[in-house]
């Protein structure tokens, strides 16, 4: 399968600058100031492909050279049995994961399956460094799976206590290693021996929330959502760890609106997070552009007590411009947040009504909600888009045999740059 390159240009989203990409660009080469950068794609109305393309149906929005095999776009269907239960008119469910009766084959069993085939289809074909990404989970087994299939040399840094998120149904092929802080760890430790790698020409630096391929990549589930529907949401829901995808959301709700054939609307975006590991939603709710200060072994103790350990980054885009703040407000959003306890009974009540498990970060987007619609942020008769990011892994380990992934390397984040370097160059 091929598809053609898109063409796009780069926005500076604090000084709204446009500039050409000229290769893995994260930031605007002429001001040093924080900002994120944004794809401005010369095609203004999307063209859907044929399913068979995967995630590249999008590919018009998306900002790649090339199509890599095995990838599975997002699923968007009318909910029953759980807009009924909530009395919800016209709930949409987003579904990303295993479950072939919808048409979803991500055998990641997560929407990171979109980030990744997006930032390794942005990659050059002939590129010789080493992609290095930082995860918590879901990130590394997307990127591990996606890479191992297509041969693209990859460093995964995850915390050594989140290793069982490693998962496959084949073994990864050697182009993957995967290196760890100890036990004890958390997100931030992997991010920091991540860093240190990115300081040698060895390795490209896969960029997280800066990278516009790992955005577009999830937009795609707002595209999903607004072809089967016919117009933009009302109002959009997703449990967030770093609050990328609910940044992609308000992206691609942009789009549709300049591609004028979705509506004129502005979803309003309602993401939410798991207590007691709540950063986003304690700055939000004070109305505070930055992050309130947090003690940093608190905030690693309160990463692991959540049971949805994917939302545990604690140096999220929040602040940045156009970054979540920015977002929330341009929607005039709001945020929820669940107990760990709230999270397992909505997974069970979700895969009881609609009929697959899910993933405990997709719970906390169920319970807020319940939540939301309780407290009037929602009405009955709005469209509403459940963003489900991950479904269908307990039913996929069921049907196939599995290997976990071990660690290649366990690297205190305290080693020096040199240290890591040297030690992780070695695996390859």
Known sequence: MEIKPTSYRLENCLTHRVFKDTGWLMADPEDSRPSLVRAIYDKKQ???????????RFSDWLP??????????????????LAKKLGLKNLYITYSGWWPEKGATMRTCSFKETEAYSVCGRLAEDNKRILVVASAG????????VCSDNNIPLVIAIPEDNLDA???????NDCVKVICPPKGSDYFDAIALAAKLNASPLFLEEGGAKNVARRDGMSTTVLSAAEVIGRIPDAYFQAVGSGTG????????????????????????????NVPFTPMYDAWKALSRNLLPMDENEGRIKALQIKASVLSNRKPPFAVPGGLFDALMATKGDFQKVTNGELTDACEM???????????????????????????????????????????????????????????????????????????????
């Open 46 to 56: 999307i063209e859907f492909k044929d399913p068979s393309y995967g995630i590249y």
């Open 64 to 81: 790649v050279s090339r199509a890599l095999k095995g990838s599975c776009a997002p699923v968007t269907y009318r909910s029953e049995a």
């Open 138 to 145: 879901n990130t590394a087994r997307a990127f591990s799976q």
């Open 166 to 172: 490693l998962w496959f149904k084949d073994r990864l």
């Open 246 to 273: 609910t940044i992609a959301a308000y992206e691609a709700n942009l789009r549709l609106l300049e591609d004028g054939r979705f509506g004129d609307n502005l979803m309003k975006l309602i993401p939410s997070q």
């Open 350 to 428: 979700f895969e009881e009504l609609e009929g697959s498990d899910i993933h405990p970060a997709a719970g906390v987007a169920v319970v807020s909600l319940v939540k939301a619609l309780k407290e009037g942020q929602i009405t009955p008769d709005q469209t509403i888009m459940l963003n489900v990011t991950g479904g269908g892994e307990k039913r996929f380990k069921k049907e196939f045999n599995y290997v976990n992934a071990k660690a290649d390397l366990i690297l205190s984040p305290d080693c020096s740059s040199t240290e890591v370097i040297d030690k992780v160059t070695a695996l390859f």
